[in-house]
């Protein structure tokens, strides 16, 4: 049973496209995969044959779909894997890649940027940070869109240039005193804005994972908040979970500031 699409502020074929495009990267529709035909789309989403072609053409644009040409089915388009370079096995383990086509570009730095107490969730906030915009790619596509805050006193201590050569959160096992001590990091989904979709070389409402990390000192100095935004097509997680096998359902429960359930 599928909904009929209504009118309303988004036009019917960028709703239907937004479906179509989350049933290809939500792996629904595999690679080479035929679509349904027009008139069975039709007929699911209750739009017309020229709503149907309009999603198609958005999605054949973005490089999910080929369309053969009148009169031939319109199939998914091969896939890039999803990046191992996202693979994330603990809060304050870095996402390091030595894959030879990886490619950090630093977009900005701005240094003594002061951060109210309101931008954590954890720790206590350094007397100031040095600001840093990245873009990182992989077979020179951007996967992951990132604005990181350092404490001023580590970034002093940083080589020349080391910014735009490597990822920042390793530089802090070497630089930090006193020493990374705990960390966590939050995740959603969300659907990328203009400035994300520019940035990512990817499409405007597409979804994307947004992460926000913390990592404290041994005085529980907030030293480290990154605020990452990364493609949904080239993004994954993998846990151990082992926290979850130890410890009962109720002891990792923990709750935020407004009562709800958070997990760790």
């Known amino acids: 049973m599928f909904e009929r699409l209504k009118a309303g502020p988004t036009a019917l074929y960028g ?37 149907v072609r309009q999603a198609i ?37 870095s996402i390091v890649s030595n894959e030879a086509d990886h490619e950090i570009v630093l977009l900005e730095r701005l240094d003594g940027v002061v951060l109210s107490p309101q931008a954590f969730f954890m720790g206590t906030p350094a007397p100031a940070y040095a600001m840093f915009k990245k873009i990182h790619k992989s077979d020179g596509l951007p996967y992951g869109a990132m604005t990181i805050y350092i404490a001023q006193s580590i970034v002093d201590q940083f080589p020349k240039g080391i910014e735009a050569r490597e990822e920042l959160a390793p530089l802090l096992t070497t630089y930090a005193k006193p020493k990374v001590a705990s960390g966590r990091e939050r995740i959603i989904v969300a659907a990328a804005d203009y400035d994300e979709a520019r940035l990512l070389e990817y499409p405007m409402a597409a979804p994307v994972a947004k992460i926000t ?14 605020h990452f935004t990364y493609r949904g097509d080239r993004f994954g997680i993998e846990r151990e979970p082992a926290a979850y096998v130890k410890r009962s359902w109720n002891g990792l429960r923990t709750f935020d500031n407004v009562g709800r359930h958070i997990l760790p």
């Open 57 to 93: 053409q958005v999605l054949a644009d973005e490089g999910l779909l080929i369309s053969g040409g009148r009169g031939k089915r319109v199939t998914v388009a091969p896939q890039p894997p999803i990046s191992t370079t996202e693979t994330f096995q603990s809060t304050i383990d």
């Open 15 to 51: 709703q239907l496209a937004s479906i179509m495009r989350s049933q290809i990267l939500g792996g629904s529709w595999g690679p080479e995969t035929n679509l349904p035909t027009i008139e069975e789309l039709c007929e699911r989403y209750g739009v017309s044959r020229i709503t």
């Open 213 to 226: 990390r913390i990592m404290c000192n041994t005085k529980d100095v907030a030293v480290y908040i990154g």
